[in-house]
């Protein structure tokens, strides 16, 4: 503890934008005293016992050090926090009538106010919108897999979720799943190409192209690789591959896979034949499937 370790922010925690990590962190240490006493019982009580369970889980997920105990200490915390934060959405925020801040506000009556023609009649914006707790964020629905992303590749020093893939195309990288968090600045980049004017479908034909386009790339590599190939062959005959001894060999890899066949619905589209039955116990016990 220290002055170097939680860093100065506003007394206007609310009204706060562009929040860094860091923020969120310093502002949860310091927040228990600010709200002890703030709403009335049982309320009040709830409240705490959140905002302390949300610290255990973060000093929790930010350990350096992970041992088998603490990470079934982890999990126990993150049931309990997941319990917390479901009854404070669904019991305690339906007992309070919140809304917008202030800043909110304002940006919503400049952005209303853009919008209006400049010889219409003005329309009153209203007061201020309610604004309810949401639960049904990726966030939420992504923090009890800590424990287990903790114990499969170590803590969360270790590495970064910051990386990109090596395509901009948002397509080709969730099919390899490299798609990091810094991948935003490629939406941004393709919505300052477009008219701003309905961006989305633009920046989704952009996508369509770029992928296209790597892909068109990545066949005439892969045809220059077989074209060199071929040259070498022309001038030298390679040895053909020695044939597979199955004798010893317990598994036999296919050169073609053209046309696959999903196992279990070969063995499901041939269960009267009496040759596939050898097979099917087979496949169920190597498995570990309930036969």
């Known amino acids: ?54 610290s255990y889980w973060h000093a929790l997920a930010k350990l350096r050090m992970q041992t088998a105990s603490l990470l079934v200490v982890f999990r126990e915390v993150t049931a309990l926090l997941g319990d917390a934060l479901r009854y404070f959405a669904l019991e305690t925020c339906t007992h309070f009538e919140t809304v917008e801040t202030d800043t909110e506000y304002r940006a919503r009556s400049r952005a209303h106010a853009r919008q209006q023609q400049p010889t219409a009649p003005a329309n009153s914006l209203g007061g201020k919108r309610k604004k309810t707790f949401n639960v049904f964020t990726p966030k939420s629905h992504a923090f009890p897999d800590y424990p287990l992303q903790i114990e499969m590749f170590g803590t969360p020093d270790g590495y970064s979720t910051m990386l990109v893939g090596k395509s901009n195309s948002i397509i080709f990288n969730l099919l390899i799943c490299f798609q990091g968090e810094t991948n935003h600045r490629v939406i941004k980049g393709r919505n300052d190409r477009s008219n701003m004017n309905n961006a989305i479908p633009q920046i989704i034909k952009m996508d369509v192209r770029e992928a296209v386009h790597e892909q068109m790339t990545q066949e005439l590599e892969n045809l220059e690789k077989i074209s060199a190939g071929t040259t070498q062959a022309g001038k030298g005959a390679l040895p053909a591959d020695p044939e597979p001894d199955f004798s010893t060999s317990y598994s036999i890899s296919s050169k073609d896979e053209s046309q696959r066949v999903f196992l279990p619905d070969l063995l499901q589209a041939n269960s009267s034949d009496p040759a596939f039955k050898v097979i099917r116990s087979i496949f169920f016990c190597t498995s570990d499937l309930p036969y």
């Open 1 to 54: 503890f220290g002055r170097s370790t939680i860093c100065f922010f506003s007394d206007n925690v609310s009204d706060l934008s562009r929040l860094a990590a860091w923020d969120f962190e310093d502002i949860l240490q310091c927040c228990i005293p600010c709200f002890d006493g703030l709403f009335p019982a049982p309320h009040n009580e709830t409240i705490l016992d959140l905002l302390y369970l949300m």
